[in-house]
């Protein structure tokens, strides 16, 4: 059991170049999430998906997209990179969505291991 | 605002010494509320979490937080410091939605601590 898996671990692009921030998990969890780390940010939410074929947006989504073709698989790509993209990218998820008023229960969010990206 | 803030960016202790971190946060309703820390290069991992019931919550590795209503307040706390608790410690809440929504975490800045011998 690998947990939340992220590649690359590191990464340097070219203003204008594309790429895509592979994020994989293998504890069957329904919902994944992409957050960036800046200094004195802290954590901001990108995109999440609360299951295969659905995402949706979060905080700060300009930049990015997503897609969830299969419930392992969370890819996030940077169609033309942009330096205001340099961070340090989480990948997270968790069992279903993060907490359920209904259910009255939480299901923890797992955190990969982070993509650190700097665009020239 | 809907808002958490962590006050303080950077703390250095000895070690030995009593740690409190703050968080405060601004919401309607209470949220649900966390604690996480990152070490040097590593991914978040959870400390402790509170949803309801008992104030004062236990966590993993010897932190406690207490969670202060009146003051809009979830401080995070460990009597007696390891050198290896230098990390990056995050406050985190997740407001309460009805209709069982998604409920994404919403993280303060961070507070870096640093652990003198």
């Known amino acids: 059991n690998a947990g939340v898996t992220q590649t690359p671990k590191f990464q340097v692009l070219k203003t204008g170049q594309s790429m895509t921030l592979q994020c994989a998990q293998d504890m069957n969890h329904e919902y994944m999430s992409w957050y960036r780390q800046d200094p004195g940010m802290g954590l901001r939410l990108i995109h999440y998906?609360?299951?295969?074929?659905?995402?949706d947006q979060g905080e700060v989504p300009n930049g990015y997209n997503v897609s969830r073709s299969t419930t392992e698989d969370f890819p996030l790509r940077l169609l033309s990179a942009a330096p205001s993209q340099t961070s340090v990218y989480f990948c997270a998820s968790s069992l279903t969505e993060p907490h359920s008023l209904l259910a009255g229960l939480y299901n923890e969010q797992f955190f990969g291991p982070g993509t650190r990206l700097t665009v020239l | 605002a809907q808002s958490v803030t962590q006050p303080d960016i950077h703390i250095t202790v000895s070690e030995g010494a009593s740690l409190e971190l703050r968080c405060n946060y601004s919401?309607?309703?209470?949220?649900?509320l966390f604690w996480y820390v990152q070490s040097p290069g590593q991914g978040l991992q959870l400390l402790l979490k509170?949803?309801?019931?008992?104030?004062l919550v236990q966590g993993i590795k010897g932190f406690e937080a207490e969670f202060k209503r009146s003051q809009s307040s979830f401080n995070l706390r460990k009597p007696s410091v390891h050198w290896s608790d230098a990390a990056e410690y995050f406050c985190a809440v997740a407001p309460k939605r009805r209709g069982g929504s998604q409920g994404n975490l919403i993280f303060g800045k961070g507070t870096k601590l640093s652990v003198k011998p």
């Open positions: 509170y949803f309801s019931g008992d104030t």
């Open positions: 998906s609360v299951g295969a074929g659905i995402t």
């Open positions: 919401y309607g309703a209470t949220p649900y």
